[in-house]
Nanobody, 119 residues
Framework: VQLQASGGGLVQAGGSLRLSCAASGSIFSINGMDWYRQAPDNQRELVATITSAHSTNYTDSVKGRFTISRDNAMNTAYLQMNALKPEDTAVYYC??????????????WGQGTQVTVSS
């Protein structure tokens, strides 16, 4: 079982990007899915979370600009990022807690995708 993140890139301030995080392998169910980010010389911070019931939560700095969503049938989470700012520049990581097909409880991280916002 693994997570694959994609969708990062270079964008001008005010622009938009959509990140995807796909879980693959033998999966029974996925609980929470999250997006974290880590800028150079900073600690990794939690950006957004979504539960299996689609309840969401955001860090204050992205409220009103970022939207997390998920497609349970596709085992995929998304992060729509609008009105991007240079301070959003970071490596973005997806994270999930899930039950595998063999009923092992796993906590997984994706490989990270770079988001760079130019001023």
């Amino acid at each position: 079982v693994q997570l694959q993140a994609s969708g990062g890139g270079l964008v001008q301030a005010g622009g938009s990007l959509r990140l995807s995080c796909a879980a693959s392998g033998s999966i029974f169910s996925i609980n929470g899915m999250d997006w974290y980010r880590q800028a150079p010389d900073n600690q990794r911070e939690l950006v957004a979370t979504i539960t299996s019931a689609h309840s969401t939560n955001y860090t204050d700095s992205v409220k009103g600009r970022f939207t997390i969503s998920r497609d349970n049938a596709m085992n995929t989470a998304y992060l729509q990022m609008n009105a991007l700012k240079p301070e959003d520049t970071a490596v973005y990581y997806c994270h999930a807690k899930l039950w595998s097909g063999s009923l092992k409880y796993l906590e997984l991280w994706g490989q990270g995708t770079q988001v760079t916002v130019s001023s």
